[in-house]
């Protein structure tokens, strides 16, 4: 991935660009998400990645609102959830997340996960609102290879993006394989697994040895492995140190030394019993 600053995209296959590093709100209160929004975007970031289970995306919407930077510079996804899905709720519920987030695009929009029986007619309720122009991008997060067969089978649009539990304990290398030959882009959630990555040993090393923070080491390696990357903080000085990760490089031989880590080590649950 040649991205050299945080305002780097990446290519979605319909055209649209997705800048690489986004802030994750899961878990920060509607009380703590102006403060959060307003000091990403101060220092340059133009992404954020919200779902309506977060119960959140009224605050964002007035934390972006009430910024300078205006909202056709800022790319915004949200997703829908699984007692949402079916084709009349999903549009449904699409419609409440814009009203909350006081736009009226999104610029992606995911199925939250694959609820068996229900994903196919989400997915087609995603396909009108993506024709209909209301949706920039569209997309799923956390399918496996086989829910994306399925609804590339059954749809007629292949998502633009795959949004994964993605880290160094959990890589799914054959999944990233997959999502890369149909031009899915890879998206990792958790990508610090949820401050997990702090106590590895090898990331300790590999933060003194860079003289870099295990946080901008792990980010880096997504970054390297062609994974956009949405690490979720409430703290200034973090949001900023998490953005800061384009001043350096990874050798192939220690890439490789993270990859080593992985152990199919989930902290969410397995898409297969959703
Ligand atoms: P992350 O792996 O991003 O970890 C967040 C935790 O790490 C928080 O406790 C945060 O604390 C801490 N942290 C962040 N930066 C630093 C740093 N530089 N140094 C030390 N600690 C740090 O976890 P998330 O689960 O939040 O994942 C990121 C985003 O992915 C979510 O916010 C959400 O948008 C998305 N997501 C999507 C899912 C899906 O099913 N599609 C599931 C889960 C997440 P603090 O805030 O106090 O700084």
Known sequence: MKISNLKGTVELSNGTQMPYLGLGVFQTPNEQIKDAVHAELDFGYRHIDTAAFYENEDGLGDAIKSHSVPRNEIFITSKVWNSDQGYDETIKAFNQSLEKLQTDYLDLYLVHWPVK?????TWRALE???????VKAIGVSNFLQHHLEDIMESGKIVPMVNQMEFHPHLVQQDLIDFCKKHNIQYEAWSPLIQGKAFEIDLLKDLSKKYKKSIAQI??????????VTIPKSVKKNRIEENASIFDFEISEEDMKRIDALDCDGRIGPHPDNI
């Open 117 to 121: 029986g229900k994903y196919a007619e």
């Open 218 to 227: 792990v980010l880096r390696w997504d970054l390297q492995k062609g994974v």
């Open 128 to 134: 009108t609102l993506y024709e209909e122009g209301r």
